[in-house]
Structure formats: C-alpha cells, structure tokens
C-alpha cells in the first residue's frame, strides 16, 4: 500500500457519491474511492507530530491501495472535514489508533 502525508501546499477535495456510489477524495488531480477513514494520533507534518484523518484509498487506474493523511494544520483540514460531514455522512471515522512509521528491512519485506 502507497502512503502520503500531504504537504502544506497540497490541495484535497471531497466529492459526493454518485448514483449509488462512494464519496471519492481528489488529492493532486487523480480521484481514488474512499473505503475506510479515521483519526490517526503522532502523525509527522512540518517537523512536529499532529492528529490527521487517515484514507484508505482503491485506485481503479492503476488497481493499487493508498493511505492519505491529511494533518489537522493542514490549510485544507478544516474545509474538507466539513464536506466530508456534509457530502458522506455514511463514511463513518473508525477507531482511532497511533501513527505507525513504515519500515524496511531491505530484502522486500516490511
């Protein structure tokens, strides 16, 4: 699974779900469908650690999963939890949990 913090200059948007679809998140200028969300504690952004909403992601072009968080002093944060709230009010945050740092132990695996 691809994983993004965004930075502060990155933009997010929220769509709302189409004729029976799921509410689909914009990051950059590709669109993924959200399947899971909730808040992560430690969270790295711009040298300190912070609360974020974490997305799991399916990616129909390229058939991949990706994890966004979206850090709570991110300058999109607060417009987008708003549409979230507003737009799919069925995505239901899941537990929270802490920040997991991705490791590599250089044969492959993590």
Do not use: W
């Amino acid at each position: 699974m691809n994983r993004y913090i965004l930075a502060p200059d990155d933009r997010v948007r929220c769509f709302l779900p189409e004729t029976g679809g799921s509410a689909v998140i914009e990051v950059f200028c590709g669109r993924s469908e959200i399947e899971s969300a909730q808040t992560v504690h430690g969270t790295p952004y711009a040298g300190e650690k912070c609360d974020a909403l974490r997305f799991v992601c399916s990616d129909d072009l390229l058939g991949a999963k990706h994890e966004v968080y979206i850090p709570a002093e991110h300058p999109d944060y607060a417009a987008f939890t708003e549409e979230l709230r507003r737009d799919a009010p069925e995505l239901s945050l899941g537990e929270e949990m802490q920040f997991v740092k991705e490791t590599c132990n250089h044969d492959g695996k993590r």
